[in-house]
């Protein structure tokens, strides 16, 4: 008997970044690895994936219930320790987030030229990827914005630090001047929410 689809209880996440980081992930640890934690996910849940495929079958225009992303982060992740993910997941935002900025991110990128621009589309930006929950900006200074990710019931600790290390490469493809990020609080942590700053000397025009 083929296990139930579970009900999408935590939302919905779109198949391209997901699939950039499986990818990413087995280039560098092995299809072994990704094998074994798509095996996990297919046990559980009724999806089937093809490793003979590009993105090992996760299709990039497709939705996937998030508890099915979260049960393969959460089998890729296991043998490494806190350090070493701390340590892979900036270079993985920033060699996905390449690719995702010459590609589907492209077209609405072209109108977010500046930080400003950035602050009135970054949810259209957010909706390319869930389907809950919403990135609000503040601006404190003329070269700080402090992001926050709320109503977001598709979180786990690594997709939430991707986002926020997704920061760098998309501030610098605005012109932003050495933009760095600071982690300021996450859910899975123990904050009340998941926060980020992000910090450039100058901006582009």
């Not at 297919?42 to 497709?62: M, N």
């Not at 009135?120 to 402090?146: M, S």
């Not at 012109?175 to 926060?195: D, L, N």
Request: hydrophobic content about 40%.
């Amino acid at each position: 008997m083929q296990p139930a689809s579970p009900p999408p209880r935590l939302g919905s996440i779109k198949g391209f970044a997901f699939a950039e980081f499986v990818n990413w992930y087995g280039e560098r640890w092995g299809r072994e690895a990704v094998a074994v934690a798509l095996a996990r996910a297919e046990s559980r849940y009724a999806v089937q994936f093809d490793l003979d495929r590009p993105g090992y079958g996760i299709l990039a225009s497709q939705w996937y219930h998030a508890e099915i992303v979260h049960t393969i982060l959460d089998e890729l992740m296991q043998k490494h320790s806190a350090a070493e993910i701390a340590s892979m997941i900036p270079q993985a935002a920033e060699d996905i987030m390449g690719k995702m900025l010459r590609g589907i991110y492209r077209a609405i990128f072209a109108m977010c030229v500046t930080p400003e621009r950035y602050l009135r589309h970054v949810e259209k930006i957010w909706r390319l990827q869930y389907d809950n929950g919403r990135p609000t900006i503040l601006a404190p200074r003329a070269n700080e914005h402090r992001i926050t990710y709320v109503d977001w019931h598709s979180h786990h600790p690594i997709i939430c630090h991707l986002n926020m290390a997704a920061s760098r490469p998309i501030y610098a493809a605005m012109g932003c001047k050495e933009p760095h990020y600071k982690r300021v609080g996450c859910i899975s942590t123990g904050a009340t929410r998941c926060e980020v700053h992000v910090v450039w000397k100058w901006e582009g025009p």
